[in-house]
């Protein structure tokens, strides 16, 4: 019987368990709100990514998908001064958003296939 065999097998788990890495979680791009701005206004991401904006503006702002209804459709409600609102893009496409209180303020996440 050869005795080497379990620390042999001992072994090779512990590299394979070294080796694992972690399931990767997708990169979060951040949008800054500042200036009455999104900024960038347009950010271009991969399905499944997740776009986190900030407020560092002193007014409140929204985030608010240009698409009322639907799957599509999103809105961060009032994000006063340092709030921050996160949206995972499941599917591929275009989505414009604005600000419900200022609706000068405009942007668009470009959604593409990894």
């Not at 694992?20 to 990169?27: G, I, L, Q, R």
């Not at 997740?50 to 007014?59: H, L």
């Not at 809105?75 to 609102?85: F, I, N, R, V």
Request: glycine share 6%; aromatic share 8%.
């Amino acid at each position: 019987m050869n005795r080497s065999a379990p620390v042999q097998v001992l072994g090779l788990a512990a590299v394979l368990v070294a080796c694992a890495s972690p399931p990767s979680t997708p990169p979060v791009t951040p949008v800054a709100i500042s200036n009455f701005t999104f900024s960038p206004p347009d950010v271009t991401i991969k399905t499944g990514a997740t776009v986190t904006w900030t407020n560092d503006d002193a007014a409140t702002h929204t985030v608010t998908s240009d698409t009322a209804e639907g799957q599509d459709a999103f809105d961060s409600g009032p994000l006063a001064k340092g709030a921050s609102y996160s949206r995972t893009f499941a599917r591929t496409g275009d989505f414009t958003y604005h600000c419900n209180i200022h609706p000068q303020m405009t942007a668009t996440v470009h959604v593409r296939s990894p």
